[in-house]
């Protein structure tokens, strides 16, 4: 995630309005967003932690690895090489494209690793944020 852009708010609050989300929460880095969409009480406010939007920060690269996430709401694409378990990738690749609205965004791998499990098919819609793949470090 590039940063709290204008559109990456605009983009949290139709997503979190369409779903019914009382509350939308994003932070990146020192960077935060709150908002309240309603004054009103909703059902999900038993547990206000539970329906609160909150944005994935970039992937923690460390010792036990790293997650490929959805930068954007689409369906999976692949790539030239598709994702594949025991995949080796390289940090700044491309391993995979989300398209939305017939735009492909890339889905970039932060670190070098070997993929070591896929949680999504290519073909199959994606939140924002979700998680892909998991990595383990080289």
Same mark, same amino acid.
């Given at each position: 995630?590039?940063?709290?852009?204008?559109?990456?708010?605009?983009?949290? !609050?139709?997503?979190?309005?369409?779903?019914?989300?009382? @509350?939308?929460?994003?932070?990146?880095?020192?960077?935060?967003?709150?908002?309240? !969409?309603?004054?009103?009480?909703?059902?999900?406010?038993?547990?206000?932690?539970?329906?609160?939007?909150?944005?994935?920060?970039?992937?923690?690269?460390?010792?036990?690895?790293?997650?490929?996430?959805?930068? #954007?709401?689409?369906?999976?694409?692949?790539?030239?090489?598709?994702?594949?378990?025991?995949?080796?990738?390289?940090?700044?690749?491309?391993?995979?494209?989300?398209?939305?609205?017939? !735009?492909?965004?890339?889905?970039?791998?932060?670190?070098?690793?070997?993929?070591?499990?896929?949680?999504?098919?290519?073909?199959?819609?994606?939140?924002?944020?979700?998680? !892909?793949? @998991? #990595? @383990?470090?080289?």
């Amino acid at each position: 995630m590039p940063g709290l852009d204008p559109e990456t708010l605009r983009h949290a !609050l139709n997503l979190a309005q369409r779903h019914g989300y009382r @509350k939308v929460r994003l932070r990146e880095g020192d960077m935060r967003f709150e908002a309240v !969409l309603s004054a009103q009480d909703g059902p999900w406010d038993e547990d206000p932690e539970v329906r609160e939007l909150e944005t994935f920060e970039e992937s923690a690269v460390n010792d036990e690895g790293f997650v490929l996430t959805a930068p #954007v709401v689409g369906y999976l694409r692949e790539v030239a090489t598709p994702l594949a378990v025991g995949r080796k990738v390289d940090a700044g690749e491309t391993v995979a494209e989300i398209v939305a609205l017939g !735009l492909a965004n890339d889905v970039v791998s932060p670190a070098s690793g070997e993929v070591v499990e896929l949680l999504v098919e290519p073909g199959s819609p994606v939140e924002y944020g979700q998680v !892909l793949a @998991k #990595v @383990k470090p080289l």
